[in-house]
């Protein structure tokens, strides 16, 4: 599908939250299970699930997209289980073995509307660090008027030391939106 960023895996992933329902295959006793994905590719899919997984074992999965008019259908191999000690349950990390090529291919438009949306996550990292310029320009101004002027400097020097702080803010938030 082209024009994805430099990444060591196979298929780019994207960090999403959808639903997703799978029933291990070959056992007995295996029940449906509702989770909900933490990141998926063309390759396969990362799921939180409260349920013990054996690594090795296949799985059909039921993924739901709110803008895909169907259930993606998919049977994958289950690759590791990573137990979490502070929220419980595991990270479930599923390799597809057979998913139709319609849902892969949407998969992967929908990984690339992402990514040039947001230039994998670039556009973000330069409201972050544009903001943290205009705040060390105006913690300078701020200075400069300060020791050049006299006191009605200071009440500019002072909202401009505002404007600096309310810049830092949005350089950290954004620096977090990045992911």
């Known amino acids: 599908m082209g024009n994805f960023p430099q990444e060591r895996r196979k298929f780019v992933r994207l960090g999403v939250h959808h639903l997703v329902k799978y029933r291990v295959l070959d056992e007995k006793e295996s029940k449906d299970t509702l989770c909900f994905i933490r990141n998926i590719s063309a390759g396969g899919v990362l799921f939180h699930s409260d349920v013990t997984v054996t690594p090795g074992k296949f799985i059909e999965l039921q993924i739901n997209f709110p803008s895909y008019p169907k259930p993606v259908k998919a049977v994958g191999k289950i690759l590791r289980a990573i137990p979490l000690k502070l929220v419980g349950g595991f990270d479930v990390a599923v390799e597809f073995i057979n998913v139709d090529d319609e849902a892969k291919d949407f998969i992967n438009r929908r990984i690339l509307n992402v990514f040039e949306k947001t230039k994998g996550g670039k556009s973000m990292r330069i409201v972050a660090i544009t903001c943290f310029l205009l705040a060390i320009l105006s913690v300078a101004l701020a200075f400069a008027m300060k020791?050049?002027?006299?006191?009605?400097?200071?009440?500019?020097?002072?909202?401009?030391?505002?404007l600096?702080?309310?810049?830092?803010?949005?350089?950290?938030?954004?620096?977090?939106?990045?992911?």
Do not use: E, Y
């Open 164 to 179: 600096a702080h309310t810049f830092l803010l949005f350089s950290i938030a954004a620096s977090l939106l990045k992911k």
């Open 147 to 162: 020791l050049n002027l006299g006191i009605p400097a200071l009440i500019s020097s002072f909202v401009l030391m505002r």
